[in-house]
């Protein structure tokens, strides 16, 4: 009977030491939701710490060993700089310890491309970075988290997963960091990646990649936390006819340090509103254009002079994410041309 107590116990040992350890880190979101009944979209997010959350999907514990941390419990339209460092701060010790294979962090969705792609920037590891949630809350009809739960872990265990940067998993599918987008308020599709399309599917746990994002990210990156305490003020502003110019010379006083103009079709400005940006450069105020298209890159020298003003373009980085690429690059340099070729390079 020892003999067989003995074995089994070599037998569990060797079986767990075979598996990889993830962690997972939550933050909030729906995923972490708590809805009046199951069939109702009022429910209030960020409320379930992440030990239910691997309480909900055991099923995950077939697939690593698994622990959990809670890193803040925030819906994640409230998410800040600080949280962001917060968050970086913690992946990087995580995945700087020898026995973690990978990291899975649960978010809100409505700014989770955002802190993937802040993360993509700043962690320089290998290491698989997997970022997932849900649309609907836990006590939801069909709720969607526990399968994003479970594919994320899978993915982020997945020896195909690592070098590929931050990764969305969501909706049996896997994105890019640097690409992909919300494009619904609250469909369980919620996430696309419209120039490039996905990188892979999930299905039931097993991921199959068919390309994958080329700009510089994670262990290429030259972004670093370490050099960084606080993130510098940058504002998007969304353009449309008859748009307001004076709002950007009101944030240039308020002292921004750099704006991100979500112009029209190739990152327009109206005439009056390039005169307003023009006079922010020369107050040593960062302008980016990009585009509220959503798609194509926003080019040089197209319809505005970008050299006669100084104005930097975001290529095809959407305003959300090319004020987290202006944020960083101010941490470094005010450069124009230096920031223009980030913008080339993330
Ligand atoms: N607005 C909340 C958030 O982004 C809940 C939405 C969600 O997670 O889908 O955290």
């Known amino acids: 009977m020892k003999i067989v107590i003995l ?6 040992a060797a079986l767990s030491a075979t598996k990889p350890k993830i962690v997972i880190l939550a933050t909030g979101g729906t995923i972490a939701g708590v809805g009046q009944s199951s069939v109702t979209g009022q429910y209030q997010a960020s409320k379930l710490p992440v030990e239910n959350l691997l309480q909900a999907v055991p099923e995950i514990q077939d697939l690593a060993i698994v622990e959990g941390e809670q890193v803040c419990q925030v819906s994640s339209q409230d998410m800040t700089g600080e949280i962001w460092l ?15 294979d990978g990291v899975v962090i649960t978010h809100g969705t409505d700014t989770m491309e955002e802190t993937a792609y802040f993360l ?16 609907r809350a836990s006590g939801s009809l069909s709720a969607d988290g ?5 594919n994320a872990v899978a993915l ?3 020896p195909q997963a690592p070098g590929k940067g931050v990764l969305l998993c969501f909706n049996d599918q896997i994105h890019a960091a640097r ?3 919300k494009v619904n308020t609250t469909n369980v599709n919620a996430f696309q990646t419209p120039e490039f399309g996905i990188l892979g599917y999930i299905f039931y746990g097993k991921a199959s990649f068919y390309r994958e994002s080329v700009r510089k990210h994670t262990f290429r990156s030259n972004f670093n936390i370490k050099e960084i305490n606080t993130l510098p003020k940058v504002a998007v502003f969304y353009s449309h006819a008859d748009f307001d110019s004076s709002l950007i010379g009101q944030s240039v006083k308020n002292g921004i340090q750099g704006i991100v103009f979500a112009g029209t079709g190739n990152g327009n400005p109206s005439e009056a509103t390039i005169q307003a940006l023009a006079r922010s450069v020369k107050n040593n105020v960062s302008v980016v254009r990009s585009s509220r298209t959503g798609r194509g890159p926003v080019t040089l020298k197209a ?14 980085l959407n305003p959300q994410k090319s004020r987290i ?3 960083l690059a101010l941490t470094q340099t005010t450069d124009i041309a230096k920031i223009q070729q980030m913008f080339f390079e993330y």
């Open 7 to 12: 074995l089994l116990f070599i037998y569990t």
């Open 156 to 158: 982020a265990a997945s």
């Open 120 to 135: 993509n920037l700043v962690i320089q590891t290998r290491k698989p970075v997997v970022m997932t949630g849900a649309m």
């Open 146 to 150: 526990a399968l994003n739960l479970y």
């Open 325 to 327: 690429l202006l944020m």
């Open 179 to 181: 690409e992909v987008t």
């Open 303 to 316: 319809e505005v002079d970008d050299e006669k003003y100084g104005f930097i373009v975001a290529d095809n």
């Open 86 to 100: 917060q968050i970086a701060r913690k992946v990087d010790e995580v995945v700087n310890q020898a026995d973690v």
